[in-house]
């Protein structure tokens, strides 16, 4: 499963997972969560009744998962907010423990909102090294709009944090 920390339908983080999947197409099968947008905000008063049945699908995709794949900007030096909602609503229900994971912060900078994300997705328990996480810095000028990676040093990290991630779900 990838999902996308961005809902810009031009996103180059979602560039970057159509690049990605097209790259490992042999190895992986990757479903791409396009709807985080519509997942409502949280609110554990309905996280502990009846979830809302948006909510209920993220949390199935994510758990039927063999890993999944977060490729996000940083916005105002932080985690987007549509991400972090979507993982919050994972908070009660655990979906992120032990789930391998990969995260790819791909934006102007990246730094801050990546040890952000990285601290939300450890204390989440989710099953990660240190191999198994890359920023992008100046991503503009690294990956293309239409996905082609055009750095080579780029497509090189790239190949490593995907060689560990599949490494990390067999």
Known sequence: MAICGSTKSSSH??????AIA???DEEIEMNVYATIASL???NPDMDNASPPRE????RQQIKEADGVLICTPEYAMGVPGTLKNAIDWTVSSCEFSHKP???ITASSQGQKGHQSLMETLKILEAKMTDETHLVISYVKTKVSAEGEIKDDMTK??????MAAFLRLME
């Open 101 to 103: 994971a990969a995260l």
């Open 13 to 18: 983080n979602l560039s970057l997972i159509h």
């Open 22 to 24: 097209a790259i490992y």
């Open 55 to 58: 909510v209920t699908a993220f």
């Open 40 to 42: 409502p905000h949280f």
């Open 156 to 161: 090189s990290e790239l190949k490593k944090t």
